[in-house]
């Protein structure tokens, strides 16, 4: 993932400094706090190709960070950086010990995102995701029992498209935002992936913010 956090920042700055430059007096920058829920699941081949999606089943979890809106007229760039809280569930599949078992795990999210607005109020989104994976991980069991996992360096990060859907409701000095996303995750993140088995991430998010 080296190679491609560079060239990840580097053309999101390139877009930032792109809207500012290309008109700065009508240029709009508002920054906001928000915070929501997600629901992640892992989609999964084995090393046959063979889909066992069903072995993951959706987990809720929580985020929340800040986020910037840049924007000229009707389009825009949206930038954040959240905090998330994921838990992944697992159904009936080829290892027993994780039937009925839940992950969970904490990470860093940086969603960058277009805006278009169709109607004053509603607006479409859409753009890439990178995501790090801060600490270990903890498995719980059916009956209860935890267990610290440890994720090699490969499984740490993942990158993906993002897009969804926002409202912006002005209130005075201030705007409410509420979002939903798709987060569909374009890397393997299998920890010692053999032959063609994958597990790439699978989130929704459902965010509420106030701008300023």
């Known amino acids: 993932m080296k190679f491609l956090k560079p060239p990840f920042l580097r053309n999101s700055a390139l877009v930032l400094i792109g809207i500012l430059s290309a008109n700065p007096a009508q240029a709009l920058v508002s920054l906001g706090v928000k915070g929501g829920i997600n629901l ?27 986020g910037v809106d840049i924007g000229l007229g009707p389009i825009g760039v949206l930038v954040d950086v959240l905090y998330t809280k994921r838990t992944v569930g697992f159904g009936t599949g080829t290892i027993p010990a994780l039937n009925g078992s839940d992950l969970s795990f904490n990470s860093l999210l940086v ?61 005075g000095v201030t705007t409410l935002t509420l979002e939903a996303r798709y987060l ?29």
Do not use: W
């Open 40 to 66: 992640s699941s892992v989609a999964a081949t084995n090393s046959a190709g063979n889909s066992v999606s069903s072995y993951s089943t959706q987990g809720m979890g929580y985020e929340g960070g800040l």
């Open 184 to 212: 569909y995750g374009l890397k393997n993140t299998a920890d010692a992936p053999t032959g063609d088995e994958s597990s790439k991430h699978r989130v929704i998010d459902v965010l509420a913010g106030v701008t300023f």
């Open 111 to 171: 969603p960058v995102q277009a805006r278009f607005a169709i109607i004053p109020l509603l607006s479409l989104t859409g753009g890439l995701y990178y995501s790090m994976i801060l600490g270990d991980g903890t498995l719980t069991t059916s009956s209860g029992t935890e267990s610290t996992v440890t994720f090699s360096d490969s499984a740490k990060s993942d990158f993906g498209l993002v897009g969804g859907v926002g409202v912006s409701l002005p209130l």
